[in-house]
């Protein structure tokens, strides 16, 4: 396999028919892809039973509550509306928050020329500081492939992929993601059968 067919920074987005319900209309950001397989984000399912605020607490990451409670980010959140994502089914328990460049760290993986994704304790207190990156997504668990798997998927027609943007990435309600990223792709969602196989 040649490298331009790796997917790194790419979204991917689930068909209509999908075989695994974990996954129906999901739409995962690549973070690394390479022959012994691949790693990514779900970005536009949230996580249930915990919020940020929550989150911290249980990581015994210091914060100001009562500044949680009015304070803005200078970033397009609010504290208030920071929002856990359910990343995928591997490593629940473990966190990672995929991010635009503007912040970087020692351990902070480059994902892209705009992309980044960090995974320690610090960026979260960064982003509680109103420090951290403009932009982000924090995510709980991940979603992998093993070697081949990912292609193999693909083949049998479960996954389309796209270039992302920004807007669609952080700015845009979990339940739009998936559409909008149809329709970015040129694909009519209402055109598509859930059912795949020959005539």
């Known amino acids: 396999m040649i490298k331009a067919s790796y997917l790194d920074g790419q979204l991917l987005l689930a068909m209509p028919g999908m075989t695994d319900p974990r996954f ?109 990156p403009n932009n982000f997504i924090i995510a709980l668990g991940y979603t992998g492939w093993g070697q081949g798997q990912l292609e193999e998927e693909i083949n049998h027609n479960s996954w389309l992929h796209i270039e992302p943007d920004e807007e669609l990435l952080f700015r845009t309600d979990l339940d739009l993601k998936w559409p909008r990223a149809m329709a970015k792709l040129g694909v009519d969602i209402t055109m598509l059968s859930t059912h795949s196989g020959n005539a």
């Open 24 to 132: 129906d209309r999901s739409v995962i950001y690549m973070c690394n892809h390479n022959e012994e397989g691949a790693m990514g984000l779900v970005i536009n399912s949230a996580a249930v039973n915990i919020d940020f605020p929550g989150l911290l607490k249980q990581l015994d990451v210091p914060y100001d509550s009562e500044k949680f409670s009015n304070k803005s980010f200078s970033s397009e959140h609010t504290k208030e509306e920071i929002l856990i994502h359910s990343g995928g089914p591997v490593e629940v328990g473990r966190g990672f928050i995929l991010h635009t460049a503007d912040y970087m760290q020692d351990s902070t993986m480059i994902i892209s020329e705009t992309i980044a994704l960090t995974a320690t304790v610090d960026i979260l207190a960064a982003i509680a500081q109103d420090e951290g």
